[in-house]
């Protein structure tokens, strides 16, 4: 299943919608993502499962990427 996962890059820092990024992770359950992500450092805000229909509307965005973790 891919998740869409919501961040801060600063873990340190109250999250702000402006500076909130987001990335893709496939991965089976959103403790998974968590734990795959879990080297880089990131303030986790929220983790989205994506189903088929979210999935092709993520794709169509020139900014999506599946990260390679």
């Given at each position: 299943m891919i998740y869409k996962v919501?961040?801060?890059?600063l873990p340190d820092e109250i999250p702000?919608?402006?500076?909130?990024?987001?990335?893709?992770?496939e991965?089976?359950?959103?403790?998974?993502v968590r734990k795959k992500l879990s080297d880089r450092?990131?303030?986790?805000?929220?983790?989205?499962?994506l189903d088929?229909?979210?999935?092709?509307f993520e794709q169509q965005?020139?900014?999506y990427k599946l990260e390679n973790v």
């Amino acid at each position: 299943m891919i998740y869409k996962v919501l961040y801060q890059d600063l873990p340190d820092e109250i999250p702000v919608r402006e500076r909130t990024k987001s990335l893709y992770v496939e991965a089976e359950s959103e403790r998974e993502v968590r734990k795959k992500l879990s080297d880089r450092n990131y303030n986790i805000e929220f983790i989205h499962p994506l189903d088929d229909t979210h999935l092709k509307f993520e794709q169509q965005s020139p900014n999506y990427k599946l990260e390679n973790v």
